[in-house]
């Protein structure tokens, strides 16, 4: 077993990570952890006040790499389709974080504004206002429609066997992407 002095909280988080991405959420606990990283579980409640405390920093680490995931995924030309293209291939990638993440009652969300609150999502909105001319009003629900409808396809890929290429998933994006324009612009028009 490895001693004490030589694991560190890096090393732990990334034990869970690892574990949390192969098995999903519920076989991880103290024992489990440690048995990963071959010692004793003395070592993590010396490094962590609780499971619960560890499990928090993990969700942080894991959000962190989902948020890297979508910006590196985002193209200008296009970041409303681009990001939820990302999402739907996050979640058939990474089903285990996808589930933890949107799945586990841990979103500090508790209306449907509240998805317009993270910063990347009001950046989105922000450039559809510029690039389509839609009023904020406009481009939130434009933008909150397109998130439900892959946030449903995300989910459906993270908690089933469905298989669907890249090609498939953009060619789903881009479809309900011009139904939702050509509804907005038209309302436009009308107003």
């Excluded at 009652?105 to 922000?126: A, G, M, P, T």
């Excluded at 559809?128 to 406009?138: I, P, S």
Aim: aromatic fraction near 10%; charged fraction near 30%.
């Amino acid at each position: 077993m490895k001693e004490k002095s030589l694991v560190t909280r890096e090393d732990i988080v990334a034990a869970v990570i690892k574990m949390l991405h192969k098995e999903g959420f519920e076989k991880i606990n103290a024992r489990s952890v440690a048995k990963e990283l071959n010692m004793s579980t003395k070592p993590i409640y010396r490094l962590y006040d609780s499971m619960d405390e560890l499990i928090e920093e993990v969700e942080k680490t894991v959000h962190i790499f989902y948020e890297n995931y979508v910006d590196n995924h985002i193209d200008n030309k296009n970041p409303v389709a681009t990001m939820c293209i990302a999402h739907v291939e996050f979640a058939e990638k990474y089903k285990n974080y996808f589930k933890r993440l949107f799945l586990a009652k841990n979103l500090s969300w508790n209306k449907l504004d509240d998805i317009l609150n993270e910063k990347l999502n009001q950046s989105i909105v922000v450039n559809m206002v510029n690039k389509h001319g839609f009023t904020f009003k406009d481009a939130k629900e434009f933008f909150t429609d397109m998130w439900l409808y892959t946030n449903g396809l995300a989910t459906t890929m993270a908690t089933n066997d469905i298989k669907i290429t890249k090609e498939e998933i953009a060619n789903q994006v881009d479809h309900i992407y011009k139904i939702l324009i050509t509804k907005y612009e038209n309302t436009k028009q009308n107003v």
